[in-house]
């Protein structure tokens, strides 16, 4: 389980990305689209990771909502 933060691009695409996994980051045309091209990439980053015999950084990721 990984946490993904999305959001709307200058670009109109859909971004997708996650922190825990430094330079993880995809995108989408739609919010489906970028979930689903975001656990690929996470798959694939792993996958590196684990076939270079490099650890795999745990979840460290933590939001907030914030109101100004």
Known sequence: MRQVVIYRGEDG???AECPS???CISQGKSKEEAVENIK???RGYVRAL???NLPV???NFETLLVAV
Request: charged share 45%.
């Open 21 to 23: 996994l430094r330079g």
């Open 13 to 15: 695409y859909w971004v």
């Open 40 to 42: 690929e990439a996470i």
């Open 57 to 59: 950084p745990e979840e």
């Open 50 to 52: 684990e076939e270079d």
